[in-house]
């Protein structure tokens, strides 16, 4: 077993798609896979690392701004008395989704795909159906696996996640984690099978309140999110636990102690008392948490306190222009008739 990071491919194995093909990494933040044909060699590869890979930079940069990373995690996840095989699993070959988040593209949502199209630009067309990489599963020992993590796009929007959870033999044993907007409400044929795990993690991508929700995660509507959650909380199983993925970019980190408020108040644990999480990360691409401009930093540090995770984050970051930012709204802004100065009218002059 790696005793840098235990996902190096002794245990764990995250895959996507490519070009039509299956794709396997260590984990979901590796930057760079390898054909699952040639997984073998790929794991003598990784599981000699002992230090970080050049694939590793955006954990690496999270565990030097926070001091824990999704590598520090690996050792809570895989024990180490679990035999060589697949332990944690991320799937992550959905990309059907049913929103268009500012922050996002058409490499993880087919409704930005379509926003695209309309404009006449032309991107990469995924596979309309993931049976021939769905199949490749038949051919994996699933009887070691304690974790499965569903990334997408969203989902719950398709039946990959059942098909994949059909195939565990030992479901008490295992945890299930879903990425998920939150706006898709499971029935009761998925709740029938998640009461099999031993518990169940639903991360909502939650990135502001109200109309800050509705502008960044774009047509999805704060209110029927909110409701589903809240729905959930009394009705979805006992194993049913929540968290809170709140990614920062340079428009919404002012606001984080909405999300705050938001969550003790409404949202603050599940229907047993479990405590919900929030849990905190930069955004990259267009929206790059590194494109904050000075004079707003300086203001987050004095909001929050510069021993804020926040603050700690923001710290370690370079400064990159905000240039791209105001080029996508300014086009993106006029094509959904939406105003990010009437959203987020505290921070404009920091934009100027």
């Known amino acids: 077993m790696n005793k840098f990071c235990r996902f190096f491919l002794s245990h764990g194995y995250s895959f996507t798609e490519q ?16 054909a699952y044909e040639n997984h073998v060699e790929a794991r003598q590869l990784w599981e000699r690392a002992t230090t970080w890979l050049p694939e590793c930079s955006a954990c690496e940069q999270l565990d030097t701004a926070k001091g824990h990373s999704f590598r520090n995690a690996s050792f809570d996840i895989i024990p180490p008395d679990m035999p060589y095989g697949a332990v944690a699993l991320d799937i992550n070959l959905d990309f059907n989704c049913n929103a268009a988040c500012v922050i996002c593209g058409p490499h993880s949502s087919s409704t930005w795909t379509q926003q695209l199209k309309k404009q006449s630009i032309q991107v990469y067309q995924r596979p309309k159906s993931l049976d021939h990489l769905i199949r490749i599963f038949d051919t994996i020992d699933f009887s070691n696996v304690r974790r499965i993590k569903f990334f997408g796009g969203e989902p719950l929007l398709t039946d990959t996640h059942t098909t994949v959870l059909k195939k565990i033999p030992n479901p008490e044993l295992v945890d299930i984690w879903y990425t998920t907007n939150g706006s898709i409400f499971p029935d009761n044929s998925v709740f029938s099978l998640w009461e099999k795990f031993k518990l169940v993690y639903m991360e909502t991508s939650i990135d502001g309140v109200g109309d800050k929700f509705n502008y960044i995660r774009w047509p999805l509507r704060w209110n029927k999110i909110t409701n589903n959650l809240l729905e959930l909380k009394n009705t979805g199983p006992n194993n049913l636990l929540f968290r ?12 984080y102690d909405e999300i705050e408020d938001w969550a003790k108040s409404e949202f603050s644990h599940n229907r047993l008392g479990d405590l919900t999480e929030i849990n905190i990360h930069q955004c990259w691409g267009t929206w790059d948490l590194s494109r904050t ?3 707003l930093r300086e203001h987050i540090y004095k909001k929050y306190s510069q021993d804020h995770p926040i603050s700690k984050l923001l710290i370690c970051l370079p400064i990159k222009s905000y240039d791209p930012i105001i080029n996508f709204t300014k086009k993106w802004d006029q094509i959904r008739e939406i105003s990010w100065q009437s959203v987020f009218p505290e921070i404009i002059n920091y934009f100027p």
């Not at 070009?19 to 390898?34: M, N, Q, S």
């Not at 993925?245 to 606001?255: A, D, K, S, V």
């Open 293 to 295: 401009p000075t004079t």
């Open 244 to 255: 809170i993925n709140h990614t920062l970019n340079p428009f919404n980190i002012l606001y």
């Open 19 to 34: 070009a039509g093909k299956l794709i396997i990494k260590p984990c979901c933040w590796f930057k760079e896979g390898i």
